[in-house]
């Protein structure tokens, strides 16, 4: 368990007040300089302040496919080819070494930015790692989900744990001593229920599971960020959409620059100079970003399931089909749009569920509050500024893992992660 005294001598003496045994980390000890969660959000960690990590050409790792929906291979139109297999990708050391599976965040793949970014850290640890995409995400939704409706946390955990299973059949020589298990965003409350259902299941057995920036009411959350959409951005009119408000901004400021560098450090800069975005506008850009991934997976859902809410049943799609047309009438449909017209029809008609307030309940962290609550091996770190968090939602986590939780007072939504004070942390929990 992550302890006061550990978390002590790590830091080097920050400050740390207990409130119900959860690890409060002091806000002027802390030295993460971005207050703004939006900024954040977006911008992540200065450069100078994030963890020295090898380079891809010092890591020994592979892209593989699974194939695990091979029925549904001849269901998909022509243009889904890349993804009737699932891709993967695994980094292994040159010796007997514990295994950790990563799980991606809403929409991503397993190459997203953050999960190479925790491969890397791990990795540099001497961890194998197994980068896995969110069953959200249109390759998981086409190549392992049964039934292409993400949504319902415990059915898409036990698409996971399929996948996991696969992943180990297919690298039967690679020699694992343990098996850990993180996530972030909606990855990590995927990795809740895996870890869950491996207690049963016992193909894994887990040693220590970590949960970063989880949600906890997951409607709350998706609510949030759809409200973000809304948010009045000062300068956008009928002739000035948003998306050309932010490219002006970003013009200008590579013609002050005088070149253009697209490098993972360039938010930071961007925000650090005279064309930065403002608040609302930063908001806009998460609530759209956010968006995109619910249009896509509202487009991919119906697709495969035929359901002709927003591409017709039966109109013929091939590679060279424009998706234009279905693609903006998926934006018309946010994710209380998609749970409300795909995912609760499909829940009901699977389980004889109820309400909506049921299904929030069996999808959240609460429908797992009695198994947190008394299992040592799982913590979580998360943010007091996190724009996912409802009212409670901190007293929740408070209550369900006490001293196993880790609160740290900036960072916005993950923000934070690749911050040397919080990769200090994460691997300090798994090494114990």
């Known amino acids: 368990m992550l302890r006061s005294l550990r978390f002590a001598a790590l830091f080097g003496g920050l400050i740390l007040s207990a409130s119900a045994l959860a690890v409060d980390i002091d806000a002027a000890s802390y030295g993460y ?33 699974v194939r695990l929906r091979p ?14 297999k699932l891709t993967y990708r695994i980094a292994t050391q040159d010796k007997a070494a514990p295994l950790i599976f990563l799980i991606a965040g809403t929409g991503a793949r397993y190459d997203s930015s953050l999960n190479e970014y925790l491969k890397k850290l791990y990795y540099k640890a001497g961890y194998h790692v197994v980068q896995l995409s969110s069953p959200t995400s249109f390759d998981f939704m086409s190549a392992a989900s049964r039934f292409a409706t993400p949504g319902i946390t415990k059915e898409d955990a036990e698409d996971m744990y399929r996948v996991m299973q696969a992943v180990r059949a297919q690298n039967p020589n690679v020699p694992v001593t343990d098996y850990y298990l993180t996530g972030y965003s909606l990855g990590a409350l995927d990795a809740a229920f895996v870890a869950h259902l491996d207690e049963t299941r016992r193909s894994f057995n887990f040693k220590k599971v970590l949960l970063l920036n989880p949600p906890v009411n997951l409607y709350t959350s998706i609510t949030n960020l759809d409200k973000l959409v809304q948010t009045e951005v000062k300068g956008i009119n009928n002739s000035t959409t948003f998306y050309e408000l932010v490219l002006n901004k970003l013009t200008r400021y590579f013609q002050q620059k005088g070149y253009i560098d697209l490098n993972d450090a360039l938010l930071y800069d961007f925000q650090q100079s005279k064309q930065h975005l403002s608040n609302e506008q930063m908001a806009m850009l998460i609530g759209t970003s956010f968006r995109f991934s619910a249009a896509d997976i509202a487009f991919t859902s119906d697709l495969i399931n035929r359901r002709g809410l927003i591409t017709p049943p039966k109109y013929p799609i091939t590679e060279g089909t424009s998706l234009t047309p279905f693609l903006k009438r998926a934006l018309q449909c946010d994710f209380d749009c998609y749970i409300t017209e795909q995912v609760i029809p499909m829940w009901r008609a699977r ?20 198994y947190l609550h008394d299992s040592p091996k799982i913590a979580v770190m998360h943010n007091a500024d996190d724009v996912i968090l409802g009212p409670g939602d901190l007293g929740f986590l408070r209550k369900t893992f006490g001293d196993r939780l880790t609160v740290y007072p900036l960072g916005g ?18 090494r114990g």
């Open 351 to 370: 389980t004889d569920g109820g309400s909506l307030l049921q299904l929030i309940d069996q999808v959240s962290l609460y429908a797992l509050k009695d």
């Open 33 to 65: 300089p971005l207050t703004n969660p939006f900024e954040a959000t977006i911008a992540t960690t200065p450069p100078d302040l994030r963890p020295e990590l090898p380079l891809d050409d010092d890591i020994d790792q592979q892209t593989r496919s």
């Open 413 to 430: 939504h993950c923000g934070n992660l690749n911050y040397r004070v919080n990769s200090d942390a994460m691997l300090e929990f798994f």
């Open 71 to 84: 029925e549904r291979e001849f269901d998909l139109p022509d243009n889904f080819w890349p993804v009737k």
